[in-house]
């Protein structure tokens, strides 16, 4: 079998990555990354800034390289950075703005980086906005890959947001209530709120756009964005999901796992009858919220593996499980829960067939990753492009949305009652298993030689030669 966007003769492309900060931003880059790597005939590139944020973005990174040998680093050194600026902000968003601050310093990289000259850029649409005008100056072609789905690219790319914004309604597309947008963007003099309204005015100038999604899990905005629908002239959107694991580990993992860990632990357990428990790659969920999550858990009966975050930071983390879940918990469960607040590898974990459901946050990776494996979800989101993501979870119906469960900010606590009430309620609906196990099918069969996504990464590819 051929892979995708197979090279013939011809120039040699040169594409330099530019990701930015945050894990959910970081994996899916490594992914594509890992998806040209793989090809013998093109040069890769990836701007790096060191010391990232989180250890797992430094390990990921470190991963990446020493799997791939002929990947490039590109070091970027930002100028210093004053977050006194903006108390209170997620260090992650902070070196976003960092790194837009410091965006000018990419020209020369692009510019006079190692032989062949680079020819295409994908950036990471937090940076969007300062990235496309250089890769114009400088005639090189520039991607934008977009880590949510193509339903949050619909929004970005209205960026119509004014002030009292209310419901959004795009065009072909959907209504999204103003309830379901990223908090933000209620308020306009926040930064994120500039940054994406400054991203989302500049990529129409973009050359693609790549979309870890697939057309079988979001047909009518993928068709709007393409259609012209959402915006007239809106550049090609390759929809490329669900992206494969970056490194050949996922699949070898499971016979070197030691005892203990959550695959082994997994592999003891009946098919179907673990609860997968995370909440993303950081804090998503209250201290006192934490304790309803584990009540219900007990109370379910359900056995479950719990994905545990405390810090926005991981290098952060120095608690211990018992001080945040409670005295006596780890205890109570002995045998059928397990916590860890290790980092995992959750795309073989949601693959492994033990777990019967996945109770998630819904962040988009973590979305396409269960879609992947045919998992239903619980959702639960808690911020950000998370209602979004939540919305086409239901309509695909491979998945339950908890619509009116908390919302970040939001004072109430969902119950230890409520949650064990929904647990059991949605690992025995046989309809939502039977959906998402097609969902698995669909997105098998995008990614399969002559799928959906399969030919997006053709065309892709053979963009990427076109210079
Ligand atoms: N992830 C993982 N192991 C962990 C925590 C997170 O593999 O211990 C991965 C997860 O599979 C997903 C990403 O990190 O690919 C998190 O991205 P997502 O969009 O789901 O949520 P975010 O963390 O950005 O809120
Ligand atoms: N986003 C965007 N344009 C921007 C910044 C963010 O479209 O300039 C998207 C981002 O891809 C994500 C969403 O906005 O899908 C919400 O981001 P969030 O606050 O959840 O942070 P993240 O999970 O991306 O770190």
């Known amino acids: 079998m051929k892979s995708p966007g197979e090279l013939g003769s011809g120039a040699r492309p040169h594409v330099m990555f530019i990701p930015s900060a945050g894990m959910g931003h970081l994996l899916p880059f490594l992914r594509v990354i890992a998806a040209l790597a793989r090809h013998d005939d093109v040069d890769v590139s990836v701007v790096t800034v060191l010391p990232t944020v989180s250890a797992a973005e430094a390990d990921h990174l470190a991963g990446l390289f020493a799997a791939f040998p002929r990947v490039r680093r590109a070091d970027l050194h930002l100028l210093p950075f004053d977050a006194s600026e903006f108390p209170g902000h997620d260090p992650f968003l902070l070196r976003w703005e960092a790194l837009r601050r410091s965006a000018h310093l990419l020209r020369p990289l692009i510019a006079c980086g190692a032989a062949p000259r680079v020819s295409a850029i994908v950036t990471d649409v937090t940076l969007a906005s300062h990235v496309i005008p250089i890769s114009k100056e400088l005639n090189v072609q520039c991607h934008v890959h977009f880590i949510s789905c193509a339903t949050m690219l619909s929004l970005l790319a209205k960026a119509e947001l004014g002030p009292g914004v209310g419901d959004v309604d795009i065009p072909g597309v959907r209504r999204i209530p103003e309830s379901y947008l990223p908090q933000p963007l209620r308020d306009l003099n926040n930064v994120f709120t500039k940054q994406f309204i400054d991203n989302g005015r500049e990529i129409i100038n973009a050359d693609g756009i790549l979309v870890n999604t697939f057309d079988a899990l979001e047909p009518a905005a993928l068709a709007a964005l393409r259609d012209g629908k959402v915006v007239p002239g809106f550049p090609p959107v390759n929809a490329i999901g669900p992206l494969d694991s970056h490194t050949a580990s996922t699949a070898n993992a499971k016979q070197s796992e030691p005892a203990g860990s959550p695959v082994a632990w997994l592999g003891e357990q009946p098919a179907r009858s673990v609860v997968y428990v995370a909440f993303g790659n950081r804090s998503a969920v209250s201290r006192d919220q934490l304790r309803q999550i584990a009540a219900g858990l007990e109370a379910s ?92 979870v239901a309509s695909g119906g491979f998945g339950v949305w908890m619509e009116h469960w908390s919302w970040d900010g939001e004072d109430r606590l969902v119950t230890g009652e409520e949650i064990r009430e929904k647990v059991k309620e949605v690992m025995s609906d046989a309809a939502v298993r039977v959906r998402a196990m097609k969902t698995g099918e669909e997105a098998a069969k995008a990614v399969a030689e002559g799928g959906t996504s399969y030919r997006s990464m053709q065309e892709f590819i053979g963009k990427l030669r076109a210079t």
């Open 301 to 392: 009966g359900c056995r479950f593996l719990w994905v545990l975050k405390t810090t926005t930071v991981d290098k952060d983390d120095n608690t211990e499980v018992e001080d945040v879940l409670g005295c006596g918990f780890l205890e109570r469960v002995r045998g059928r829960g397990l916590v860890t607040k290790a980092w995992v590898d959750q795309e073989a974990l949601l693959k492994h067939p033990a777990v019967g459901l996945f109770l998630s946050h819904s962040g988009w990776n973590s979305v396409v990753e269960a879609a992947a494996a045919g998992m239903p979800l619980l959702a639960w989101p808690r911020g950000g492009d998370q209602r979004v993501n939540a919305m086409v």
